[in-house]
T-cell receptor, first 111, second 114 residues
Framework: EDQVTQSPEALRLQEGESSSLNCSYT??????LFWYRQDPGKGPEFLFT???AGEEKEKERLKATLTKKESFLHITAPKPEDSATYLCAVQARTNAGKSTFGDGTTLTVKP | NAGVTQTPKFQVLKTGQSMTLQCAQDMNHEYMSWYRQDPGMGLRLIHYSVGAGITDQGEVPNGYNVSRSTTEDFPLRLLSAAPSQTSVYFC?????????????FGPGTRLTVT
């Protein structure tokens, strides 16, 4: 069974204080690993897809990296508008119709 | 494009009532899914579809039915509502076969069962 574990559950940062969110996964052959952002009261919004170990993707202050067992979402010099819940999900090669999500990390950035 | 739309936005049901949550997408996506999200938790897959006429169970299918007669629509039916089904329900769609494609989510339906 595919599993995704995210840590920490919650992270409070000062504006400008860089940090990383972790996503550990177990999947029977990775098709893709996804990062989403979710604002309160809204549906998740896509950030990145990573396909194989060693891959990196960047968007503004966010960088996602992937190893064979985990993914990191690095946040550089965060701003208050980066406050949100960040969700990690995996898809297995055997079933592209199914995604398994972690419980998320809630990030709060204080000015 | 409207993307993924869900109706209603809010719903209150009494235990034992039935209802249908509507989901539609206008992006010609093959794959569609229903998730529920409980407070402080991630998304749990209820049912999913890889094309019109094809559906399958996810992680938490009990108490829910789906059908997919068209590419655009994927309704979720609650057969006999229970307080344990109080949750926020999200519908999502994505492109299909080949590489892994990201999902596009609707705004959610907030359901309370009393």
């Amino acid at each position: 069974e595919d599993q995704v574990t995210q840590s920490p559950e919650a992270l409070r940062l000062q504006e400008g204080e860089s940090s990383s969110l972790n996503c550990s996964y177990t999947v029977s052959g990775l098709r893709g690993l996804f990062w989403y952002r979710q604002d309160p009261g809204k549906g998740p919004e896509f950030l990145f897809t990573l396909y194989s170990a060693g891959e990196e993707k960047e968007k503004e202050r966010l960088k996602a990296t992937l190893t064979k067992k985990e993914s990191f979402l690095h946040i550089t010099a965060p701003k208050p508008e980066d406050s949100a819940t960040y969700l990690c999900a995996v898809q297995a090669r055997t079933n592209a119709g199914k995604s398994t999500f972690g419980d998320g990390t809630t990030l709060t950035v204080k000015p | 494009n409207a993307g993924v739309t869900q109706t209603p936005k809010f719903q209150v049901l009494k235990t034992g009532q039935s209802m249908t949550l509507q989901c539609a997408q206008d992006m010609n996506h093959e794959y569609m899914s229903w998730y529920r999200q409980d407070p402080g938790m991630g998304l749990r897959l209820i049912h999913y579809s890889v094309g019109a006429g094809i559906t399958d169970q996810g992680e938490v299918p009990n108490g829910y039915n789906v059908s997919r007669s068209t590419t655009e629509d994927f309704p979720l039916r609650l057969l006999s509502a229970a307080p344990s089904q109080t949750s926020v329900y999200f519908c999502a769609s994505s492109y299909g076969s080949g590489r892994a494609y990201e999902q596009y989510f609707g705004p959610g339906t907030r359901l309370t069962v009393t």
